[in-house]
């Protein structure tokens, strides 16, 4: 009698997980969770006007403390990634962001409000320096922007759950999506502290020197320049493409989160069957690429004036954003020496954190000008980055 057939994954899905590491994909599973459970910081700010009873203003300076702090996050975060190691900072800072977040959730005076928010905005992202350099100790070199890519795919899918299950949860209080929030940060913490080894290399506490030895990195700060233009560009949907586009273009708040959606669809379903491919290009013409798309796309915002025009716009932006998924991760762990990707890692997050404060001081001036004005002036940003890239991808070639 023969024996039964044991049914094979997809070939598809083989290729996605091959070459991979377990602790990798404990990492990439708790990231998920983590995702998943990202309900406060979507909703803040109307959590503090409507549950606190803030006004605007004082609103506003609450998350310019959460700036604040998110600004000093990336480079602390990178040191301590280098010294203490990945996986104690990682898990460390997920509790951390689990205490914050409960701390915010119970204050109810604006200086408790103001000391929670300035806490959260440091620790939360203390992760990102350390997975971004577990990634790299954990996978060879060749395999990186496919790993960076799932990380990335991970994220998106979760936050996209997590953001429909957090609008249902706000109806029935505010104080559920605190809970939630950080449990999901303790499981976070808790999964990779027992499934993911300490990756530090040897003697990396010993030789790491200062945050200076990479700045003295003109390859690494001059790449890190073409992030904070790719940074600048896309942090525009969270700051004034909803304000353009529902006060000036006329669209009701239904129609943008329909036309919105799209992104989210392309990135889960589209990014996983490219990335392999992607990852075998070179990366600094990959990445100069999808700069160039996502330019292109901003730009075109210029012109819409519908739902249908505003979902061709984010196609074409998308379509930038999934090419460029992975990339960047993986020319930051090829430029870093294996004793400073916490550093290195840490310098990449700073850009982000210094677009997400400096996006709406660029954006709302130049909205006033008129929409075209903005959107041209961010897809030009977008365009001057992919050339910047192209200058650079000879000394990255080189270094890798």
Not at 312 to 315: D, E, P, R, S
Not at 376 to 379: A, D, F, R, S
Not at 381 to 384: A, F, K, L, R, S
């Given at each position: ?6 049914e094979?994954?997809?070939?598809f899905?083989r ?11 404990a ?6 969770v983590?995702r998943l459970g ?9 959590y ?9 203003a ?12 998110s600004?000093?996050?990336?480079p ?12 104690a ?18 204050s ?8 929670s928010m300035l806490v959260?905005?440091?620790?939360m992202d ?14 060879p070199?060749?395999?990186r ?5 799932l990380?990335?795919w ?12 957090g ?6 209080g505010?104080?559920w999506?605190?809970?939630?929030d ?22 990396a ?8 030895a990479?700045?003295?990195d003109?390859?690494?700060v ?14 525009q949907?969270m ?8 006060k ?5 708040a239904a ?7 799209l ?5 889960v ?13 070179d990366p600094?013409?990959?990445f100069?690429?999808?700069l ?7 730009a075109?915002?210029?012109y ?7 979902a061709?716009?984010?196609?074409v932006?998308t ?7 992975g ?17 290195y ?13 400096l ?16 959107w041209?002036?961010?897809?030009a940003?977008?365009?001057?980055s ?8 000879p000394?990255?070639r080189?270094?890798?």
């Open positions: 009698m023969s024996s039964p057939t044991v094979k994954p997809p070939s899905l290729a996605q997980v091959a070459g991979l590491p377990r602790p990798f994909w990492l990439w599973g708790g990231t998920v983590n990202t309900m406060v910081m979507p909703f803040t700010g109307v503090l006007t409507q549950s606190r009873g803030l006004s605007v004082a609103a506003g300076l609450v998350m310019g403390v959460f700036g604040a702090g600004l000093l996050s990336q602390l975060a990178g040191t301590l990634a280098d010294r203490i190691g990945r996986r900072t990682l898990s460390g800072g997920m509790l951390a962001t689990a205490a914050a977040l409960l701390a915010l959730g119970y109810a005076t604006l200086p408790a409000i103001l000391a959260l905005g440091v620790v203390l992760y990102r320096p350390a997975s971004s350099a577990m990634v790299a100790d954990l996978v070199p060749g395999e922007p496919r790993a960076y890519g990380l990335f991970g994220i998106n899918l979760g936050y996209s759950v997590g953001m429909t299950a609008g249902w949860l706000a109806g029935m505010f104080l999506l605190f809970w939630i950080a449990v999901s940060s303790v499981v976070f913490a808790v999964l990779v502290w027992r499934a993911v080894p300490e990756t530090r290399p040897e003697g506490r010993e030789s790491a020197g200062g945050f200076g990479v700045l003295r003109r390859v690494m001059a790449f890190t320049l073409v992030v904070l233009g790719n940074a600048l560009v896309y942090a949907t700051t004034m493409l909803p304000v353009a586009m529902t000036v273009a006329g669209l009701s129609q943008y989160g329909l036309a919105m959606a992104n989210g669809v392309l990135i379903v589209v990014q996983p069957l490219v990335s392999g491919w992607l990852g075998r290009r600094s013409r990959t100069a690429l999808g160039a798309v996502m330019g292109a796309g901003f075109l915002t210029g819409v004036t519908s739902t249908l025009g505003l061709v716009t984010v196609a932006w379509a930038g954003e999934i090419v460029t998924a990339i960047a991760g993986g020319i930051v762990a090829a430029l870093a020496p294996a004793h400073l990707r916490g550093r890692a840490g310098l990449f997050g700073l850009a982000w954190s210094a677009a997400a404060a996006a709406p001081l660029l954006g709302g001036p130049l909205l006033e000008l008129g929409p075209r004005v903005l041209w002036t961010i897809g940003i977008g365009v001057v992919a050339a910047g890239m192209v200058a650079l991808g000394a990255i080189r270094r890798a």
